[in-house]
């Protein structure tokens, strides 16, 4: 069975964000993580390989500097890994993204695609099921637990306070939940391969039946027309004298008048 897994690198959150004129995101000035549902896909990914032999092909579109989170995946015990990076793939959103991994991802023979719900950096959720329509297969959203039937996929999906259990033929794509599983570390030995691990790195030429209307910024129809920092909330009312009785019902008639109960 082989299992391509999409990954991201995105802005460590915690370290604040950057943007660009144009208010597109400055990754290449803010500290860099593996986005934390593809993670958790990876890890799906690397126990089916643990119990059913599967090859696991990592996948990132980014700047040349996303090497390190596919790094990071080989150190995990990926198998193979592949960067698409292009300038000309630069300040794409949702649409221009998915239509080039999926691009890429034709380059390759696949079983299963598995991908994050969504990013830390978007918050989408769009790109795993845009990928399955460029592709033409189906998609099992939310998924919080993969078990594979022959040559089905069974998975149950995450609906509220329940599930959903659904099952799909191969080939497929699942977005993960970061809830799905505890990622593994990284092994030595792994870290130690992965550093002189060959990544095969594919620009704008290396993909079939790509648009040059559908790719970075000009193909994005997504359109930006304000960005900044996280707003920081002001300290509120402050009542200092209140007992409690007098806290209690000033809580409650604020929360009364807010329409919140």
């Not at 040559?151 to 509220?160: C, E, L, P």
Request: aromatic share 4%; net charge negative.
């Amino acid at each position: 069975m082989k299992v391509v897994v999409c990954i991201k690198q995105v802005p460590d959150t915690a370290g604040g964000v950057k943007f660009k004129p144009d208010g597109t995101l400055d990754r290449a000035a803010m500290l860099a993580i593996m986005n934390p549902d593809d993670k958790a896909g990876l890890e799906a990914a690397l126990r089916l390989k643990d119990q059913y032999g599967a090859e696991v092909t990592v996948v990132t579109m980014g700047l040349p500097k996303a090497d390190a989170v596919l790094r990071e995946a080989l150190a995990m015990g990926a198998d193979k890994a592949i960067l698409i990076t292009d300038r000309v793939l630069g300040g794409a959103d949702t649409w221009a993204t998915s239509q080039t991994i999926a691009a890429g991802i034709r380059n390759l023979e696949y079983d299963l695609i598995i991908t994050g719900r969504q990013a830390i950096d978007g918050d989408t959720a769009q790109v795993g099921p845009q990928i399955a329509e460029h592709l033409g297969v189906p998609v099992i959203s939310y998924t919080q637990s993969i078990e594979i039937d022959g040559d089905s996929v069974i998975v149950q999906r995450q609906y509220d306070d329940r599930y959903h259990i659904v099952k799909a033929k191969m080939p497929c794509l699942l977005t993960a939940l970061s809830e799905l599983n505890e990622p593994r570390y990284m092994t030595p030995g792994g870290i130690w391969d992965a550093v002189d691990a060959e990544i095969t790195t594919w620009g704008r030429y290396d993909l079939k039946d790509l648009h040059d209307e559908d790719i970075g910024l000009a193909g994005s129809p997504t359109k930006i027309a304000k960005a900044s920092d996280k707003v920081r909330k002001g300290t509120g009312t402050v009542y200092p004298d209140l007992d409690p009785d007098a806290a209690a019902k000033t809580l409650h008639d604020t929360l009364l008048a807010k329409h919140i109960i």
